[in-house]
């Protein structure tokens, strides 16, 4: 393997305990040099002990695998040994030190020239923007939370990192201001050419900032792939429901049809799935089909070559970009179908509760999930 092909980092069944508990089990990834790589799950699945063992605070158990870096094992290297920078979720500035010498901290701990210091706290403001002459001399107290991400981020910067480890940087401050960060960290990302490992609960924010994502469940990478291939193919149920909405049915494969697979719904109707290599004929099977990719029809209707359910309307959420319309289809399961709004004040949505339609779909639109 060429040295440019080199993993910046590697995971090799890393497992880490805290008594009993198993807060990263048996854990294997890598993540590529300049690439924007998340670790997105609830709380307590493990993510920020992941970031953690990475950043060296934790060290991995006595046989708890290995952590990599450009193929060196580290397990035992001290943090101030790794070549990394972190921002963590409550930026932990100093407060009794100003924006300039919070930001020189790093690099005057590490014995910089003096004279080398100034210019790189002032390139390191810029490139956050934070006028270095109008904030290097404010306080942490004089400063927005937004600020004081930024002062966290030109902190971790101006060390010039390989890797930048993120713990939930944006949580603290305003939805306007997170989104408008969330791409500044993505174009930072891109022109740096530095490596992001971010980790976050957050699934927007990883759909958008990330090249790759690593969606981990009670300790555990449930699935690693491009936004893309977590959101459109999620491999497991939980994914299914952790990254956007998802209406779950389940059945029996019944037989193969033109590539397809039929799947009785406990005695009522049958739609079709695509054909996957671990259906067997009589196996229970489970799909997922997001809310957008769902139709919904006047009752009667029946579009040529789609899956379609008998429904009544329940209810109708206003959401402003889309409108969620709730019903239930045969057999009480609920299903909630995403409909584009083109403007409720001058074209209303027809559904009222209690109306009775269809729900349709493309079979090439469920997600056939695996079990854990």
Same mark, same amino acid.
């Not at 459109?232 to 939980?238: C, D, G, M, V």
């Given at each position: 393997m060429n040295s440019s092909d080199q993993p910046v980092v590697q995971f090799i069944n890393v497992s880490k305990s805290f008594g009993d508990a198993k807060a990263v089990n048996n854990i294997s990834f890598e993540i590529r040099t300049g690439e924007f790589f998340s670790i997105l799950g +609830?709380?307590?699945?493990?993510?920020?002990?992941?970031? =953690?063992?990475?950043?060296? !605070?934790?060290? +991995?158990d006595e046989d708890g695998g290995e952590v990599r870096l450009l193929g060196e094992v580290v397990n035992r290297k001290r943090p101030y040994e790794r070549r990394l920078s972190m921002v963590f979720q409550n930026y932990a500035l100093f407060p009794h030190l100003s924006v300039e010498r919070n930001v020189a901290f790093g690099l005057e701990q590490r014995k910089t020239p003096k004279k080398e210091i100034g210019n790189r706290v002032r390139g390191a403001l810029d490139l956050v923007r934070l006028a270095p002459d109008t904030f290097a001399r404010r306080m942490p107290a004089q400063l927005s939370g937004g600020q004081r991400q930024r002062v966290a981020l030109a902190r971790a910067l101006v060390l010039e990192p390989s890797i930048l480890l993120l713990d939930e940087p944006l949580g603290a401050i305003d939805l306007k201001l997170r989104k408008e960060m969330q791409l500044e960290l993505k174009s930072l990302n891109q022109r740096l050419g530095i490596t992001f490992v971010y980790v976050t609960h957050d699934q927007e924010e990883a759909l958008t900032?990330?090249? =790759?994502?690593?969606?981990?469940?009670?300790?555990?990478?449930?699935?690693?792939?491009? +936004?893309?291939?977590?959101y459109?193919? +999620?491999?497991?149920? !939980?994914v299914a429901k952790f990254i956007g909405e998802s209406n779950f049915f389940r059945g029996k494969a019944v037989r193969q049809v033109d590539g397809a697979w039929?799947?009785?719904?406990?005695?009522?109707? =049958? !739609? =079709?799935?695509p054909s996957h290599a671990k259906i067997v004929a009589g196996q229970e099977v489970q799909i997922a089909v997001r809310p957008e990719w769902l139709d919904l029809l006047r009752a009667g209707t029946r579009p040529a070559g789609e899956n379609v359910l008998d429904c009544e309307v329940q209810n109708v959420i206003y959401l402003g970009e889309t409108i969620h319309v709730l019903v239930r289809v045969a057999g009480g399961d609920e299903v909630t179908v995403a409909v584009r709004n083109e403007g409720q004040l001058l074209k209303p949505l027809p559904w009222r509760r209690g109306d009775a339609g269809v729900v349709a779909w493309l079979p090439e639109d469920c997600q056939v999930l695996e079990d854990t």
């Open positions: +609830p709380s307590g699945c493990g993510k920020t002990t992941t970031l =953690r063992l990475l950043a060296g !605070f934790e060290q +991995p900032m990330s090249d =790759r994502i690593a969606v981990m469940d009670n300790a555990r990478i449930a699935q690693l792939g491009s +936004p893309a291939e977590i459109e193919n +999620p491999r497991t149920a !939980f039929e799947v009785e719904r406990s005695g009522l109707e =049958r !739609f =079709r799935v």
